[in-house]
């Protein structure tokens, strides 16, 4: 049985504390949050107790392992309190908001070897590491095309979408890790951004982009990222090889249709969003998180996964300001 | 090129008429029908002349052969004077409205050896066609069970089901030659017939029913009718194997779908009827005929196989409204 | 939090075990069976203790409530043990072997009043409930014909077969009582039954059946059973109205398919086995029935729809031994 | 009865040679190709005579029309002969190899008004223009995000590969109409090309691609382009707009879908090549041509819209060399 702390008691912290719950190798102990009431409330529903003070949780010797579900700005500060308490840590994406924040923390890490794993949940959804597999196994032979379809159901409130960090660093990040998790080393990033929603535009921020990515492989990723989509959460993936291809569908709540005698086989809306369509993703993450701290060995996705994504999320950021392909890390 | 009669104006005659006009192989030369009107609009949309004498077409040293699409009752006599006549002939099912008919039938056939082919439109279909193909490749092993899914778009008028012979000689007949198309010889058979529609139950007919067939090898084929469906056609077949299954699914005009807010993927509605629906099998029937016109061999589907279809249909008629399972041919 | 006994270590026990651990509302106390080992076992995996007398439950006054597993001949015994030691029971199906045991039952229980909820946990699949939902809501207009495939993996073991009470009570009781939830009460059975294991008919038992259902409302519900399905647990339904069609399809582990040169979009095999196909439908099951023991009123499934299952069970086996429709409760 | 001449022997020749072959309305009269041979054999199969002196159909006062699948380089030349000759034309894709071959012909066409339809025949496809209809009548809203998938089953040979005037004029020219045709005019072209196989590499071509268009209204199209594809002639639309989304789905020669113990619903490749797969496409496509030719009217698309595809082809191959986004016409 692992105990953990939580940093962070918002939206994704929830999602943690809810994963925890469920896992019967964890136990929640300190849900650390600075809004006392926030912290309280997550740790009365899903176990341990809330505090303000995030050395309650550094200082505590009986906790194994952090979840780092802060704000952006925070994780890089968190990663290096928990190495240097010796606690493994879970951090949520992106794992800062600029590389130079990276630089940072390779640099206070040095000398500590800690275990930090970077939250990519969507490597651990049952569909998309089922693609994997099989393309590992060589089903579909040399890889050379490859499409990333990621639309939320509806964009975050503009209050958010200002601290946000912007749609590349935190959407796409996702799409980055997802294309590197599948394609390995990323050579070019050209972005195609929209403005569709005047409210996002006015927040200098995008709210739907094409993204292409070169693989030093040769082959190439489409990431079609949009804020919003009518039918719901549109997560597929399509991995095209010589010969052959793999398909990630959308996920509904059952398998039901229904024909009437203007339609047929109308299926019901894609899963609403990231708690429910990625809930078997987020319990797997953890699992092999516990293993990793248990049992030792190297977390995947590292840190550096985490800085590659950001990288790419900057080159992005780049490609759609000064409209050219753009060398990712230059 | 083949030079063609057609008997009978009506409905199915519009198919063949369309069907013999589209192939190149083919032509119409004669339509007869006692209704002169009828015989010409036809003949004068997809060629040669309208008769209201059937001699003209008996007596014609041109016609090499008949398609025989007249009113039941009609079929026997026509396709006695086809043989007399030395025309071959395809003709539309059932046989006759009784086995005694088809008695008949094979005593004034003796000795004539004529090449008489069933219209059974559906064992063409190329998606049924393909699922017996890959049946008979072993590719699901040993046959258990076959599930024919039969509805009609919506039921014919009264007057029709008044002539109609009745839902099993009229309608599942196709389902009775399917399943020997696939299952072979049938054991027994056993009826639960339904009256859902008042009209046609005042008409001393069923118009749904599910019909189950006993075959000698042990499998069994499940036939589910309905004279109406909301959504169109809806013509499926399954047929599980002891390893695996294959399956034929409903045709849409497009392979459009549409998803909004409230439903994804939704598909049009199944092709509206037979027209539209088997128009490639009776493309593939013709050419079958033709064919087997041209260089000779046994038609198949046969007059024994419309005879077989025939007693399937007095037999399921019988369990029907005896309420129990009963023999074939007793 | 409610406190359950477990009666039963076997494979449904197993299930429900799972079940109640993952359940926050309920905790595992005690585990009877008359083998220890299995007893603790189970106890050992998912809580509580392993007893071997079964008094450590009734006499128990901290446990609530009971889960009943155990063999159904001591179905009857063990829920008028639960009523008279006021403990609410959760009963595996078959309520009983036959239709007299119920008698005695109903006999027993008079004047208790008890909470029994009967365990047909298919009434509470996500896809099936959402069928049944938009079924009442009107979505399809009046219904005419149901089709439940109901196919498992691969057949028990012949000593289980044996002791089973035959295919219509151990497997086909699921699906009479599904055709019950869709259509209310049932009028006539027929049964087409079928051997195609040689081991199974040594036993005296069928391995495939089709059974069709008359509905007091007219509707007809057919039921395609088998005891072996290569590709896995079958279980789809398909409810025809007079406007439209409701269709619950396969479940598979991931979404993902595979296409190659020879084919296209194929998918992963079904969900092998109810313990993962209906580990939701066990999950919501079980809150069912907490909050109706928590919060009164009236269990569904109540033991009368167990009654009327096994009637058709019954009914079921003398229509495939008669070859003839049987009227239920006759 | 129109009367045709057709220019060019080759594959695409053959294409329309056989849809005129199968159109009640239709005569196919002349067939020119400089190699008398082809032309005497495509004449044999679908009729008419061949020749080897294009004059034969110009000044052949009996032919009302011609179909110019002739070599690109030849577009512009029997373009300028049919309208001087007054014989309305249907034009192959591209129009020209270059844009200033397009300005000739603007200039040769002044004062001659003559009916002229360029051949995308992609347009007509019925699928792809019930999901053009279904936009049209604002059943997504304004449309957002528009993605083509079109992959060939195989590379033409390199001999093809080296006349061809590259991917972008010779294969992506369909998705640039399809582009236009559903987003009107557009504005950026930024393409990714890829080179997989060497072959074409050492022809100086690429044989894959990513393209994205960003159209006047804010939509943007992304075409994903290969030369190969394992699975058939991969060809699908999806148009998300923002209140619902349109997809068209790949075609197979049946509706059959096997499933064994290792798969279920496993599906036949698409159709393996734009004969079969835009047979449809093509006969539409005459049909409004032979419709426009009697009754009059602006034929669409038009040379502009030939002009406009070729300038897309033009900045995408432009955009390829130079790695930039390119603004189309500059």
Redesign the interface.
């Given at each position: 049985m692992l105990k953990f702390g939580l940093l962070g008691a918002g939206r994704i912290g929830h999602v943690h504390a809810k994963t925890l719950?469920?896992n019967?190798d964890a136990s929640l102990e300190v849900v650390f949050d600075i809004r006392q009431e926030a912290a309280d409330e997550l740790a009365k529903e899903y176990g341990g107790r809330g505090v303000t003070d995030e050395k309650e949780i550094w200082d505590n010797p009986d906790i194994d392992a952090v979840i780092i579900g802060s704000p952006t700005p925070l994780h890089v500060p968190h990663i290096i309190a928990a190495a240097k308490s010796g606690k493994a840590a879970l951090c949520e994406k992106p794992v800062a908001m600029e590389t130079a924040k990276v630089e940072e923390l390779r640099e206070a890490l040095k000398g500590l070897d800690p275990t930090v794993m970077m939250g990519f949940n969507r490597r651990f959804d049952?569909?998309f590491a089922?693609?994997k597999e099989?393309m590992d196994k060589g089903?579909?032979?040399k890889v050379?095309?490859v499409?990333i379809?990621s639309?939320d159901p509806a964009a975050p409130p503009a209050d958010y979408i200002k601290v946000s960090g912007g749609i590349f660093k935190d959407m796409t990040i996702h799409d980055f890790d997802m294309a590197r998790f599948l394609l390995g080393d990323i050579d070019t990033v050209?972005t195609?951004p929209?403005?569709?929603d005047p409210e996002i535009a006015a927040c200098n921020d995008y709210d739907?982009a094409?993204i292409?990515l070169?693989a030093k492989s040769?082959?190439?990723a489409?990431i079609?990222n949009?804020r919003?989509?009518?039918?719901?959460y549109?997560q597929r993936l399509e991995v095209?090889?010589?010969?052959?291809?793999?398909?990630?569908?959308?996920?509904?709540?059952?398998?039901?249709?229904?024909?009437?005698?203007?339609?047929?086989?109308?299926?019901?809306?894609?899963l609403d969003f990231f708690l429910t369509r990625y809930a078997d993703a987020y319990a797997a993450e953890l699992n092999q998180f516990i293993s990793i701290v248990k049992e030792g060995g190297k977390p995947t996705p590292s840190i550096e996964d985490g800085a590659q994504a950001l990288l790419l999320a900057e080159a992005a950021e780049k490609s759609a300001r000064e409209?050219?392909?753009v060398k990712v890390g230059q």
């Open positions: 719950a469920a019967p049952p569909s089922r693609v099989l089903e579909i032979g050379e095309q499409t379809i639309r050209t195609i929209q403005n569709l739907a094409v292409v070169t040769g082959a190439v489409t079609i949009n919003h989509c009518a039918t719901g549109d095209t090889g010589h010969d052959g291809q793999l398909n990630a569908d959308n996920q509904r709540p059952t398998t039901v249709s229904l024909s009437k005698d203007s339609y047929s086989l109308s299926r019901e809306p894609y409209q050219r392909p």
